[in-house]
């Protein structure tokens, strides 16, 4: 499987990606710059955590009108692989790739800690290596993780099984201390309707070496690299 | 010619920073402030431009780029 991470000026997770999937998980990756029209013939692209274009504006808004990201919605279109981690997220939003918007967190604080998730859709290409309901913990490290969609909005994507991932405690409850941005229905993760894109605000690179607190992130990665829904 | 667009949450979307700026209001002794919503101002020097297109692009511009139309609302107008 081949990876493209796309280089914004700003993204700061771009090399930790990179690391991820080429050191760690031996897998094909290379940079893509977010102002050249070329994706290199990934299979995968994945926008990375960071501040693309200082997040002037708002997160991600700027970052939508790069040139590469008219191939990333033309390879979108016809199925392959998109990855949002983070501030990638907030990109794939502004973009219109995924429904919904992102909030300032709701206690008005950057928020840079492991916390736990409880996996809602195993089916998805992005999950196939995780149980139903099994718990990952998995850093974030972001100010606008507070997800918003409205009332219809949330009900089509919760109706799809597009919710992949809720914030949760330990025992993947579902509590308000555990939502720890204020997102609503505690969503930290979620897929498009076609089910080939995904955008997450935890880090699962800052998770994939025992070095790094955790190796949760891998089942992520892992499951992007065996490549397919189950 | 200059036009001020103002983009701020919608009605029905929370604004915590508006909260909180209201509660350190409050806490002033202020006790009259009702609500605080929190926008962004940005003013525009258009130029080569009639009054009639700048009619019709500033919206254009607004909802494409300033505000996301999802969360936010804008107004604006031309400056005197």
Redesign the interface.
């Known amino acids: 499987m081949k990876f493209g991470v796309v280089v914004f000026p700003g993204s700061n997770c771009d090399s930790d990606t990179l690391h991820a999937l080429r050191d760690v998980l031996n897998q094909d990756a290379v940079f893509l710059w977010h102002k050249d029209h070329d994706l290199k013939g990934v299979d995968c692209v994945v926008l990375p955590g960071g501040f693309a274009h200082g997040d002037y504006?708002?997160s991600g808004?700027i970052a939508k009108?790069s040139p590469l990201m008219r191939e990333v919605g033309e390879h979108a279109a016809r199925g392959g692989l998109v990855l949002g981690i983070c501030n990638g997220f907030q990109v794939l939003l502004?973009l219109g790739l995924l429904p919904?918007?992102m909030?300032?967190?709701?206690?008005?604080k950057f928020l840079c800690r492991f916390v736990t998730l409880r996996v809602e859709n195993e089916r998805t290409v992005f999950t196939n290596r995780a149980r139903k309901g099994q718990v990952l913990r998995i850093p974030i490290a972001h100010f606008d993780g507070n997800y918003?969609?409205?009332p219809k909005v949330l009900d089509d994507v919760e109706r799809n099984s597009q919710v992949v991932l809720r914030y949760a405690d330990e025992q993947g409850r579902l509590t308000e201390e555990a939502n720890v941005n204020?997102s609503m229905r505690s969503i930290a993760g979620l897929v498009n309707k076609a089910g080939n894109v995904m955008g997450l605000m935890p880090h699962p690179e800052r998770a994939s070496e025992a070095l790094l607190g955790g190796t949760d992130g891998r089942v992520i990665l892992e499951s992007v690299i065996r490549g397919r829904a189950s | 010619m200059k036009v001020r667009i103002l983009v701020s949450f919608k009605n029905s979307v929370l604004d915590p920073q508006g909260q909180t700026v209201k509660n350190a209001l409050l806490t002033l002794g202020y006790g009259f402030v009702k609500d605080v919503r929190q926008g962004k101002v940005f003013e525009l020097d258009l130029e080569g431009i009639d009054e009639a297109e700048a009619r019709r692009l500033i919206p254009e511009i607004a909802d494409k780029v300033l505000a996301n139309p999802i969360i936010e609302k804008f107004s604006w107008d031309i400056m005197p």
């Open positions: 504006l708002r808004a009108f502004e919904g918007a909030l300032r967190n709701k206690n008005l918003y969609a409205p204020g």
